[in-house]
């Protein structure tokens, strides 16, 4: 999924479900920066109050596989338990199942969103609003490199079969329709607005749960399905009528705002070593800006740890053992 979902109709759920704007803004912010936090930055470096962040997300495929494995099972293609894979392997015209399997709605999916919802923690909600919500987009992929994802296509042999590199932005495209040949004849027709639907109406749901509101998801489902429109309906026109549903209080998404608020860049010189260098040296380095513990990337970047941790530790930290592959991947 991309921003259209992360944001905006995460954005809109939230506050159909119940949240107050500022809830809903900072789950919305939080569920779309977990794709765009790509840095790691040390702050303060050197000093007392010297931090680093932990990513959530990358664009580079060729990362070692204990590095993707902290990254993409975990927010973006959490497997589903042993009795959920065995039951989609149906799916496949060749039979196969795989451990790390992404299935939609997935109980180890639900655990977590309500770990994230019990924390009471904005930041770490919208995370995990995230990672639920890419279970519907990327079902039937794992994140790691295996011949699982293979599909012959345009990208067949030209990236690894990481995710869904080989369908591209396929699944993530709310206004899609794209076929998936790995699967039976009955299910390889995708259709990514049912699937994105389907993943608002249940975020709707567990949302309203959480908050003791109004279980009737229908009626916002419905409201969305409206927003998004038919399929050759443009991308502009329909964040046009998210924004309307949202209301006078929506809030831009921009990317460096968190960080800004949080972080001030300053170069410092290099001293001199010596030899024929003489020119005068600089680099830039990162120091926080007033009671950073309070600032929204900060805690953004602690709940970025609050929610790996469990999901490594009870979910893909043990199917990885299960598949022989007894490594330390925290």
């Avoid at 039979?95 to 299935?103: C, P």
């Avoid at 012959?152 to 690894?160: D, H």
């Amino acid at each position: 999924m991309d921003i259209e979902f992360h944001y905006y109709i995460t954005y809109i759920v939230a506050l159909r479900a119940g949240f107050a704007p500022g809830d809903a803004y900072v789950i919305a912010y939080a569920s779309q920066y977990t794709d765009d936090n790509t840095t790691v930055y040390t702050i303060d470096k050197g000093g007392p109050g010297e931090y680093s962040n932990y990513i959530s997300q990358t664009a580079n495929i060729l990362k070692p596989q204990k590095e993707l494995m902290g990254i993409y099972p975990a927010f973006h293609f959490m497997p589903g338990t042993l009795v959920e894979l065995a039951g989609d392997s149906a799916r496949r015209r060749d039979g196969k199942l795989h451990l790390m399997n992404t299935i939609p709605d997935s109980m180890n999916s639900r655990k977590l969103l309500q770990a994230a919802l019990d924390s009471h923690d904005p930041y770490r909600i919208g995370i995990a609003t995230h990672m639920y919500a890419d279970t519907f987009a990327h079902q039937n992929f794992v994140g790691f490199e295996e011949s699982f994802n293979g599909m012959k296509g345009l990208f067949e042999g030209i990236v690894p079969d990481i995710g869904h590199a080989d369908a591209g932005y396929k699944p993530d495209r709310i206004s899609l329709s794209w076929e998936d040949r790995r699967l039976v004849q009955s299910h390889s027709k995708i259709d990514n607005k049912e699937r994105f639907i389907e993943a608002a109406r249940c975020i709707y749901q567990r949302y309203a749960g959480y908050l003791n509101t109004s279980q009737d998801s229908r009626k916002t489902a419905t409201q969305i399905d409206k927003a998004i429109g038919k399929h050759k309906d443009g991308k502009n026109g329909r964040i046009d009528r998210y924004k309307k549903m949202i209301g006078r209080g929506f809030i831009k998404y921009d990317k460096k705002d968190w960080f800004r608020e949080a972080v001030d860049r300053v170069s410092v010189e290099i001293p001199y070593a010596g030899g024929e260098d003489t020119v005068p040296r600089s680099e830039t380095e990162y120091v926080w800006k007033g009671n950073y513990k309070e600032s929204r990337w900060y805690r953004f970047q602690e709940a970025v740890k609050a929610h790996q941790r469990p999901a490594m530790d009870t979910v893909i930290g043990p199917i990885f053992e299960t598949m022989g592959f007894n490594q330390d991947l925290s």
